[in-house]
């Protein structure tokens, strides 16, 4: 079965700092696409970074980066120069590339940026 | 910005009445999905589309059903409301193919509902 692991449900971070949040998955396929997803309080779900596995360089999208590690199957995602606005729930979600269209998502890490 | 839309955001609504939850989107997705959340939780695949006419059951059990007779529409009915149907239901689609936008999945505003 694949599944996604997120072990932090909550975490802060001071505005300006740096934050990562850790994402582990589990599957046997060898190509698969991977999300980090961010809905802030009471608002809309919006994707904030997406990696294919077989893409060796980490994604990058302006202050948030990735670590992809495809053999530990980890698939950290690093936030720099916090904002307030970035206060809100992260989820981390896979896919394989093909086969079944549904995407597994971990439970979430709700991540506080303080002032 | 995405183009899917859900109605209505915010639904309050007494025991056993029937009801059906809209989404629309206008990308042309193949692919769509509703999901359940209680808020700030995990999100539930419920019911989920490959395409017209393809329906599937998702993960979470659940007593509501799912139409997909047009491409960019896929509501979701619940026959007779309850308490326990008290959720965050969201909507969401994807398109397989190439490009940058591949398998990326776009989520609705979500419908807030409440059964008394």
């Known amino acids: 079965a694949q599944t996604v692991t997120q072990s932090q449900p909550e975490m802060s971070v001071q505005e300006a700092e740096t934050v990562t949040l850790s994402c582990t998955y589990d599957?046997?396929?060898?190509?698969?696409?991977l999300f980090w997803y961010k809905q802030p309080p009471s608002r809309q779900m919006i994707l904030v970074i997406r990696q294919e596995a077989y893409k060796q360089q980490n994604a990058t999208e302006n202050r948030f980066s990735v670590n992809f590690q495809k053999a530990a199957k980890s698939f950290s995602l690093k936030i720099s120069d916090s904002q307030l606005g970035d206060t809100a729930m992260y989820f981390c979600a896979f896919i394989p590339s093909s086969g079944t269209y549904k995407y597994i998502f971990g439970t979430g890490t709700r991540l506080k940026v303080l002032a | 910005e995405a183009d899917i839309y859900q109605t209505p955001r915010y639904l309050v609504i007494g025991t056993g009445k029937k009801i059906t939850l809209e989404c629309s989107q206008t990308m042309g997705h193949d692919k769509m999905y509703w999901y359940q959340q209680d808020p700030g939780m995990e999100l539930h695949l419920i019911h989920y589309?490959?395409?017209?006419?393809?329906?599937e059951k998702g993960d979470l059990s659940s007593e509501s059903t799912v139409s997909r007779i047009r491409t960019e529409h896929f509501p979701l009915t619940l026959e007779s409301a309850r308490p326990s149907h008290t959720s965050q239901y969201l909507c969401?689609?994807?398109?397989?193919?190439?490009?940058?936008?591949?398998?990326?999945?776009?989520f609705g505003a979500g419908t807030r509902l409440s059964v008394l």
């Open positions: 599957t046997s396929e060898s190509n698969y696409y």
């Open positions: 589309s490959y395409g017209v006419n393809s329906t």
């Open positions: 969401a689609s994807s398109a397989a193919g190439t490009g940058a936008a591949k398998n990326i999945q776009y």
